[in-house]
């Protein structure tokens, strides 16, 4: 039984993007994340251990989020997709959706979202 995890506008902070003023101050951004993953084992155990711990999403967005200066939403949406995928074996789909509100002058937000799906061995 497949089901869908959501985590909706989790904040970080981070510094991230091009301009001068994002060179130096941290802006904050917000990450939805969509994971599917099948139900079956955590549904009959009631554990936190036998499902995705939203916790441990939390501390992989925040962990990257200050490992770096990003010049780009591509390129912090990508490792942090990579890196969730790595975690946890069980997700079998992932879509990533991250904004931030001074990307563009008149927006307001910009974002940027990508998507995977794990392969399935034959």
């Known amino acids: 039984m497949e089901g869908l995890i959501k985590i909706e506008?989790?904040?970080?902070?981070?510094?991230i993007g091009v301009h001068p003023f994002e060179l130096k101050e941290e802006q904050e951004l917000l990450?939805?994340?969509?994971?599917?993953?099948?139900?079956?084992k955590c549904?009959?155990?009631?554990?936190?251990?036998?499902?995705?711990?939203?916790e441990g999403i939390g501390k992989i967005c925040r962990d990257l989020a200050k490992s770096r200066h990003y010049n780009l939403l591509e390129t912090y949406a990508y490792q942090?997709?990579?890196?969730?995928m790595e975690r946890y074996s069980e997700i079998l789909k992932i879509k990533i959706k991250v904004r931030k509100q001074n990307?563009?002058?008149?927006?307001?937000?910009?974002?940027?979202?990508?998507?995977?799906?794990?392969?399935?061995?034959?």
């Open 9 to 15: 506008a989790y904040k970080v902070h981070c510094t």
């Open 31 to 40: 990450i939805d994340i969509d994971l599917t993953t099948n139900f079956i």
């Open 43 to 54: 549904v009959r155990s009631d554990s936190i251990a036998d499902t995705v711990d939203y």
């Open 80 to 84: 942090l997709l990579e890196r969730i």
């Open 103 to 122: 990307g563009m002058p008149l927006a307001g937000y910009t974002a940027v979202e990508i998507e995977k799906e794990r392969i399935s061995p034959i």
